[in-house]
């Protein structure tokens, strides 16, 4: 909707000044989403037309986070509540 909108402001300014076909043809291919994030970046749009698409955030890694842990997992980036501990024997009566 907005790049029509701007297609066709684009459009009268050229019929009131006199533009040609190759001209019309320029101004529609400077339309395009101008932001380098998104996932239809157009490197050759000089001017946003508000068509962005952003990729959606990556889904949480459930796992164990502790380097502690037996099971650490480097790669976890929720907490699962998995975690194993080593078991530390209890001392020895009188030492």
């Known amino acids: 909707m907005k790049k029509q909108a701007l297609v066709t402001v684009m459009l009268i ?16 291919q400077a ?4 932001y380098s994030d998104a996932t239809n970046y157009n490197a050759t749009a000089a001017i946003d037309d508000g068509s962005c698409v ?7 890694t459930p ?9 650490h997992n ?12 080593p078991v ?3 001392p020895v009566p009188g030492c």
Request: charged share 25%; aromatic share 8%; proline share 12%.
């Open 63 to 71: 796992g164990c986070m502790y380097s502690d842990a037996l099971n």
């Open 13 to 28: 300014s050229c019929f009131l000044a006199g533009c040609t076909d190759a001209d019309i043809e320029d101004a529609e």
């Open 31 to 34: 339309l395009g989403c101008t």
């Open 74 to 85: 480097p790669s976890a980036t929720e907490d699962d509540g998995s975690c194993r501990y």
């Open 54 to 60: 952003y990729p959606e955030p990556p889904l949480p």
């Open 88 to 90: 530390v024997p209890d």
